[in-house]
């Protein structure tokens, strides 16, 4: 078992990621104050995991609050059945909220553990490798707008994140691949060795070697804790684990949510943020290469949906979370292993990558 901290003062909190984590009370118990928990988690993951979790806090008075599986159902009307079904069976705010699922399941849960009752305890159990590397640390929690991706939301540190890497075993290849963007992410925005061992071990990770999956997520989980640590609320800094990402949520809203994964989009716009970054001269075009052949690898995407033109990324591009008064700011690479957050690049260069990725 390997251990983590979340290093934020008294919003402190551990990461735990092994094997069979899942039915060891021990992992929970500390971070549940009350005798009430409340699971909350779709009908996808249910048949895999909750009555090994029920059985693991059997010494609880559980919930169960069981949401359609979905990106289409990170919405509003969505968290409002977390809240219906809270307030009918009269939880308090000494209840923990408890998400058993991927990010759509972690972000919804959270968000509701920050809104019920002004804020209720919550644990993050990722299932998804997206989500044990990226969306359950951090305290980033949200649903969507029709209008554009995660823009109604708070920031809510959970109490622990348990990642079970057994819970792998059943996920599905394409959601492999897509938490592999993520990961593949922080090597090119702050970690050079990792992004190097990735390179060299991107089949062993596809073949879901658990050593080399285990290490990814705990480096992962690493590089991501000291950013959040330096930059809690993203007002500087935490932008950069945004690689990819206003491309990438151009990409899912032009296409409706769900149709691409999250991390197929990321992936995506990683490479165009690396070809912007090649054309404002800070890395080179084997540096953009080595991204593609590195992600093609891995079974993603390197181009954005046909379809999609430049005007329509410009214009979603600019809902974007990180434009300030109006002026677009994109993280970009200034070599292969350290990202910057800027709106000094050639906005000729930005419509010159538009028009190659969607010729
Ligand atoms: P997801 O939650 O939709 O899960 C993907 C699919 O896998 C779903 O169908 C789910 O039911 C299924 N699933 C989950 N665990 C499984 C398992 N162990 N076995 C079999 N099937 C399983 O998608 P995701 O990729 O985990 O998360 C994407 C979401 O995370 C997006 O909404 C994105 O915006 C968000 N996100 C948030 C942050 C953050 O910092 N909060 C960071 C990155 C992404
Ligand atoms: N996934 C981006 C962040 O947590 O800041």
């Keep these: 078992m390997l251990e983590l901290k979340v290093d934020l003062g008294d919003r402190s909190y551990p990461i735990f990621i092994g094997s069979d984590l899942l039915s060891n009370a021990d992992y929970f118990q500390s971070y549940i104050k009350g005798r009430r928990v409340a699971i909350v988690t779709n009908e996808t993951i249910a048949p895999f995991y909750l009555d090994l979790i029920k059985r693991t806090l059997a010494n609880y008075d559980l919930t169960v609050i069981t949401l359609p599986d979905g990106e289409q159902y990170k919405n509003l009307e969505t968290l409002n059945l977390i809240f219906d079904q809270l307030l009918q069976e009269r939880h308090t705010r000494k209840t923990t909220l408890l998400a058993l699922g991927g990010g759509v399941i972690g972000d919804m849960t959270g968000f509701a553990a920050a809104c019920y009752q002004r804020g209720v305890d919550f644990i993050q159990v990722p299932t998804t490798l997206l989500s044990q590397v990226d969306s359950s640390v951090g305290g980033k929690t949200g649903v969507n707008h029709a209008l554009g991706k995660n823009m109604i939301g708070a920031f809510y540190q959970p109490n622990a994140v348990i990642i079970d890497t057994l819970t792998l075993n059943t996920l599905p290849d394409r959601e492999l691949s897509a938490g592999l963007a993520e990961v593949i992410k922080y090597g090119l925005i702050c970690d050079k ?19 080399a999956l285990s290490y990814a997520i705990h480096q992962s989980c690493q590089d991501k804790a000291r950013v959040v640590e330096t930059d809690e609320t993203e007002s500087s800094i935490r932008a950069i684990l945004n690689l990819g990402h206003t491309f990438g949520h151009a990409i899912e809203t032009h296409t409706g949510y769900g149709s691409w994964l999250h991390g197929e989009a990321v992936a995506a716009g990683m490479v165009m943020a690396a070809d912007l970054s090649c054309r404002e001269g800070h890395i080179s075009r084997e540096d953009v290469d080595g991204l593609i052949y590195l992600l093609e690898r891995a079974s993603l995407p390197v181009m954005p949906p046909s379809g999609i033109n430049p005007d329509r990324f410009l214009e979603l591009m600019a809902v974007d979370k990180k434009a300030l008064d109006g002026q677009l700011r994109l993280v970009l690479l200034d070599s292969v292993g350290h990202a910057v957050v800027t709106d000094g690049f050639s906005h000729q260069h930005l419509i010159d990558c538009l028009e190659q990725f969607c010729s």
């Design 193 to 211: 060795p990792f992004y190097q061992w990735l390179q060299e071990n991107i089949g062993r990770l596809l073949d879901r070697d658990p050593e």
